[in-house]
């Protein structure tokens, strides 16, 4: 009997990183594991599968599951398997793409992405995915490429500009990143990695100066508060805040600034840079005592830093004279 299963993706491994796509689990699959070769026909039908590609899916679910037991050895062993029982399969040839890329070994990572677009040309995800991996090794040319070969592929895929913003920050290329950032905005409005990413660079471009500093000095604001609203507060991580505390503080809030370096500082206690900059936000808002203690805290974590010294000087000026130093 012929057996069918769908030609969309199969089962995947979880997230090597957060930006990473899921690829769906074909019910279709899941039934073959359990009824074998000999399973019937449904309604979900559109293609006669072969024994070599129903083996490499089968080793492919498996594998998965291996992964999320956490045993990364059993999973490449059972992935390999997987591309040597249909070398034209490419869900198995990208599938272990990922793993190795998980597990350090780039190298053979990208060769398997090569593979695989070599099977399937036509497929976004594998383009984009290469080229995440490709701007990963500092190959910001190659990844450009892959990236308008999937946005070519499809337009309307968010990870694709999100590559692209990327790939022009890698370049040097702020105005054209922060485009590049808004178009994947426009697809997925709250993306929190997008978000917080977008705020970088727009704060960085306001700190070279010029005449629209501020605006982009706000703008970086709006996106940073934007970030802190849509994120759970358990979500929410010291990254977060330090950088909407140091925009806070650029703009000359320093009540906004002072709170942000506290919840940073409380998401990272034994972080030295830190603690350095809550201490900065706390003699700016006139609490040298308060400052004191945070920078001693630092700089016992970090004796030997510079940034360290120069803060305790104007602290010790600060307590010497009775007022704030802003």
Not at 14 to 35: D, F, M, N, Q, T
Not at 256 to 282: D, G, K, T, Y
Request: proline share 6%; aromatic share 6%.
């Amino acid at each position: 009997m012929s057996i069918f299963v769908p030609r969309s993706p199969v089962a995947v491994f979880r997230p090597a990183h957060k930006s990473r796509p899921r690829r769906r689990l074909s019910p279709a699959v899941i039934l073959l594991g359990v009824v074998g070769v000999s399973g019937c026909t449904t309604w979900w039908n559109k293609g006669p599968i072969d024994e070599p590609l129903l083996q490499s899916r089968q080793l492919t679910m498996q594998a998965t599951y291996a992964r999320d037991r956490g045993d990364s050895d059993k999973a490449e062993e059972l992935l390999t398997a997987a591309v040597n029982a249909c070398p034209e399969d490419a869900d198995a040839h990208f599938e272990l793409a990922e793993l190795l890329w998980q597990r350090q070994r780039a190298v053979e990572a990208l060769a398997m992405f090569d593979r695989a677009l070599q099977i399937s040309p036509k497929d976004h995800l594998l383009w984009i995915r290469r080229g995440e991996l490709q701007r990963e090794l500092g190959m910001h040319a190659a990844a450009r490429t892959s990236a308008d070969q999937g946005l070519n592929l499809a337009p309307d895929y968010a990870p694709g500009w999100l590559l692209r913003a990327r790939v022009a920050r890698g370049f040097g290329n702020s105005p054209e990143a922060i485009h590049y950032y808004q178009r994947a905005l426009g697809l997925t409005p709250d993306a929190p990695e997008t978000l917080f990413e977008l705020a970088q660079v727009q704060w960085n471009l306001a700190k070279r100066g010029g005449p629209d500093a501020k605006t982009r000095l706000q703008m970086a604001l709006a996106s940073t508060q934007r970030l802190l609203n849509i994120l759970p507060t358990e979500a929410t991580s010291a990254d977060h805040f330090a950088l909407h505390g140091a925009i806070c503080g650029d703009l000359g809030r320093f009540e906004a600034s002072l709170n942000s370096w506290l919840a940073a500082a409380e998401r990272a206690p034994q972080a030295p840079h830190i603690l350095f900059q809550l201490a900065e936000a706390q003699l700016r808002t006139g609490n040298p005592a308060d400052a004191l203690r945070t920078a001693t805290h630092a700089r016992n974590l970090d004796p030997g830093s510079p940034l360290g010294r120069d803060l305790m000087n104007r602290i010790r000026l600060a307590t010497l004279s009775g007022g704030e130093i802003r």
